[in-house]
C-alpha cells in the first residue's frame, strides 16, 4: 500500500490556476509546488497557503500511509480532520468545543443516515434475490 494526500481547492478563486490564462503560470507552479512538497511527505502536519490574491487557496492534510484510516469533515469553509489521535483534532476540541460539538454531531447524524442507507440497500438487494429464485423457480418448473 501506498501513502495517500488530501488536498482541498476553496474554488471561489480556482480561475487563479486556469492554464488557459498565460497570467497564471506562477500561480500554477506554486499551487503545484505546495501539492508536490506535501505528497513526497514533508514533515507537514498540514498546511494552508495563499495563491495568487486569495490568502488561503489551498490546504493540503498530511500525507498518511493507506493503513492510517482518518475522517475529514468539510464544515463551511473549512476542512477538518477528525481523528481521536490527531492532535489537530484534540486541539480543537479542547480550543473550540462549540465547533467540536458541531462537527461530532455532523459526523453522528451522517453515519445514522448511512445506516440507515446501508439497511435499506441490503433489504432491495434480498427482495431481488427472493424474487430471482422465484422465477427461476417457474420457469424450472414449466
Same mark, same amino acid.
Given at each position: ?9 476553496? #474554488? ?6 486556469? =492554464? ?9 507552479? @506554486? ?6 512538497? !506535501? !505528497?513526497?511527505?514533508? $514533515? ?8 495568487? #490574491?486569495? /490568502? ?8 498518511? %500511509? !493507506?493503513?492510517? %484510516?482518518?475522517?475529514?469533515? %468539510?464544515?463551511? #469553509?473549512?476542512?477538518?480532520?477528525? #481523528? ?5 483534532? *484534540?486541539?480543537?476540541? *479542547?480550543?473550540? =468545543?462549540?465547533?467540536? $460539538? @458541531?462537527?461530532? /454531531? ?11 442507507? *446501508? ?7 434480498? /427482495? *431481488? ?7 427461476? @423457480? ?5
Amino acid at each position: 500500500m501506498g501513502y495517500l494526500t488530501t488536498v482541498t481547492i476553496y #474554488n471561489d478563486d480556482v480561475d487563479m490556476i486556469n =492554464p488557459e490564462k498565460e497570467s497564471n503560470l506562477n500561480n500554477i507552479k @506554486k499551487f503545484a509546488q505546495v501539492v508536490y512538497k !506535501a !505528497a513526497c511527505g514533508s $514533515d507537514l502536519n498540514s498546511l494552508s497557503t495563499s495563491v495568487g #490574491n486569495c /490568502s488561503n487557496f489551498v490546504t493540503v492534510q498530511k500525507t498518511r %500511509h !493507506a493503513d492510517d %484510516h482518518t475522517i475529514y469533515v %468539510h464544515m463551511g #469553509n473549512t476542512v477538518v480532520e477528525m #481523528n481521536p489521535y490527531s492532535e489537530k483534532t *484534540q486541539k480543537i476540541i *479542547q480550543k473550540n =468545543p462549540e465547533f467540536a $460539538d @458541531k462537527l461530532i /454531531s455532523f459526523m453522528d447524524q451522517e453515519l445514522k443516515e448511512l445506516k440507515k442507507l *446501508q439497511k435499506a440497500m441490503k433489504a432491495e438487494k434480498k /427482495s *431481488q434475490e427472493k424474487l430471482k429464485k422465484e422465477l427461476k @423457480k417457474k420457469l424450472d418448473n414449466k
